[in-house]
């Protein structure tokens, strides 16, 4: 298959590290360093997605700590954004790819819906897209 027909599925890291709403952001940060991870994905009790924190948010949160009266009881549902992009597993690199561009993004989360909303099952990166480039033998 071409570079850019290539399904998100053949190419995403499966699995997504999550935390919860109330994870404090010390809690966030030490897991996305031990996973060595750029983002976690917010999930509710049914392990659904509700937003997504990227080292970005942290950092712009640490910058801006003035502004937040108590920097020590911000959670996860404080600086989590909500429009998290996604697509699920059929969506093709190029489709992936585009939205990054477009809305000037690092990642696009893979999602499976479920009926009840959208689990979390791996996320493609521009890393990724750089490795998938690297692999395509045809240039």
Same mark, same amino acid.
């Given at each position: ?8 599925? =053949?190419?995403?890291? $499966? ?13 966030? #940060? ?5 996973? /060595? ?7 509710? /009790?049914?392990?659904? !997605? ?6 970005? /948010? ?10 937040? *009266? ?5 959670? #996860? ?15 093709? !690199?190029?489709? #992936? ?5 477009? $809305? ?14 959208? *689990? ?11 490795? =998938?480039? #690297? ?5």
């Amino acid at each position: 298959l071409a570079r850019m027909e290539r399904l998100v599925g =053949d190419v995403m890291h $499966r699995g997504v590290i999550t935390c919860r709403r109330e994870t404090p952001i010390q809690d966030v #940060a030490r897991s996305m360093s031990e996973h /060595d991870v750029s983002a976690l994905v917010v999930v509710d /009790d049914s392990e659904h !997605m509700i937003g997504l924190i990227s080292r970005t /948010d942290l950092v712009n949160a640490r910058l801006y700590e003035q502004y937040w *009266k108590h920097w020590r009881g911000l959670t #996860a549902g404080h600086i989590m954004i909500t429009d998290v992009v996604s697509v699920q597993t059929n969506a093709t !690199m190029q489709e #992936a790819s585009r939205l990054m561009m477009e $809305r000037r993004i690092h990642r696009v989360v893979v999602v499976e819906e479920d009926g009840e909303g959208v *689990k979390p099952i791996g996320i493609v990166s521009v890393t990724d897209v750089v490795r =998938d480039i #690297a692999r395509d033998e045809d240039g």
